[in-house]
């Protein structure tokens, strides 16, 4: 059984609103002694296989679970004689994408996809290949998941040993939807620092696993992938402008998922779980506006010199309500969660490898990225990236 506090409401999504250290004086560019943390490179892998909401509800469990009627009532923007007319697929279709903004996901194939390790080694094929290296340029992996197949040995390792670099060294931090931006800061750090001259960081999830798929209300949310990028001390187009940002604000309630061995015994495997509701939904969007403002002011930087904010996408009404605080600054936000869900952390790798591929529109000659995330445990960080178009180094 989950835990009492472990109720999903319709349009969940992870975190609250944190305290923000005070940061640095904002400074009018990066001093020389800043250290210099390139991006060389991003990629990111994806299952073949996509369910939309039509699929998802041919599942027996989400149909024997779902209240057509209530749902058909509570339809916006659909008159009384269009509402009676729908099917009830149709009508979990337009609830789904009413109340989180997700038409589809990707979802694990086992035929495949292998494992949360494979997906991530795919990812960070593609980031190096972007890079121009190979993989025995790498020095540390630094890895974010909650979906491991294995706990030992560790996915970073794991990871290595796919790429054909089985003695190079790495690990695994678990900060749930905010892991990636988590992975980063560690990644700055090893290079900002000289330990280490060319990180691979990296998140993967496999949230199906995870997923009580008898629960409509969170089915609907998650999806499968993984994404990567190469940090450098000496190569890439971009670059990290000042220290990443993490913070907390400790909560056991708000996203749940139990330990295997700690489950009473005849337990059923454990599924992961979510707080939600309107009062969530606003105090994400205020904690990842937060943590972001306290990463900006260390990069010196502020809003009206952000082009792009790749902010993680639990639920659409997150990205929109994000992107009406931005948009007296002219910064535009990135959103895929009509196409993938929420990927955990790897929702901000993805979104960043297309939003530099081009994927999501020509990029100006210079732009400047923000990346914020708010996620389990309450865990929030944001990172400031700068990237120069090609043919332009940073």
Known sequence: MLPPHSRLEAGATGGLAVPVPAAPDQRDSLSSSEPQVRIAGAGKYLPARAVDNYALYELDSIRDAFDVERARGSLRGTDEAEAAGLDSAEVFHRWALQV?????????DESRDISTEWMCAEACRTALGEAGMVA???????????????????????????????TVGGYVLNAACAGFVHAMAAGYALVGSGSAGNVLVVSGDSLCKVTNFADPTTAVLFGDGAGAVVLSADRGQGRVLGPPLMVADYSPTHLNLPGQNWQPPGSPDPTISMA??????????????????????????TWEEVDFAIPH??????????????????????????????????????TLAELLRGDHGPLPETSRIVLTAVGGGYASSAAVLEWRAAGGSA
Request: glycine share 8%; charged share 20%; proline share 3%.
């Open 100 to 108: 989180t903004g997700i038409a589809r996901r990707r979802i694990f």
């Open 136 to 166: 025995s340029d790498v020095d540390v992996i630094v890895a974010a998941s909650i979906t491991a197949r294995e706990i030992v040995p560790n996915l970073a390792c794991t990871v290595a040993d796919f790429l054909g670099i089985p």
């Open 276 to 301: 939600g509701g309107p009062h969530v939904l606003r105090q994400a969007i205020k904690a990842m506006l937060d943590v972001a403002e306290g990463a900006l002011a260390r990069a010196g930087t």
């Open 313 to 350: 996408q639990a639920n659409r009404r997150i990205t929109q309500g994000i992107q009406k605080a931005l948009t007296s600054s002219g910064v535009r936000v990135i959103d895929t969660i009509e196409e993938y869900g929420n990927v955990s952390a790897s929702t901000v790798a993805i």
